[in-house]
């Protein structure tokens, strides 16, 4: 069963910067796509960020590119998501999540971290 644990969230100023880490139960990088996404009040969920199992293919959301980066410390089980020049449409309950390199649909989620930009 993965597990997956987010933390890093807070409430900040436009223009401002946040590090969103995942914390993942076991050694699994090497068997999920890693993802982050995010789901603002009275929304749908949508995609932010994505990590192949090797770590060197990454895919982001046209609306945080050339602003957010994913990463991740193998030997930590930890996934980052460093989110620089933040907007206020940023704001949305953050989530990592792990599917299977041959399915469609994220299979594990984990509970969310809640990010706040102001103007």
């Known amino acids: 069963q993965v597990q997956l644990v987010e933390s890093g969230g807070g409430a900040v100023q436009a223009g401002d910067s946040l590090r969103l880490s995942c914390a993942a139960s076991?050694?699994?990088?090497?068997?999920?796509?890693m993802g982050w996404f995010r789901q603002a009040s009275g929304k749908e969920r949508e995609f932010v960020a994505s990590?192949?199992?090797?770590?060197?293919?990454?895919n982001y959301a046209d609306s945080v590119k050339g602003r957010f980066t994913i990463s991740r410390d193998s030997a930590k089980n930890m996934m980052y998501l460093q989110m620089n020049s933040l907007k206020p449409e940023d704001t949305a309950v953050y989530y990592c999540?792990?599917?299977?390199?041959?399915?469609?649909?994220?299979?594990?989620w984990g509970q969310g971290t809640q990010v706040t930009v102001s103007s």
């Open positions: 990590m192949a199992r090797s770590g060197g293919s990454t």
């Open positions: 076991g050694r699994i990088f090497s068997q999920y796509v």
């Open positions: 999540g792990a599917r299977t390199p041959w399915g469609n649909e994220y299979n594990y």
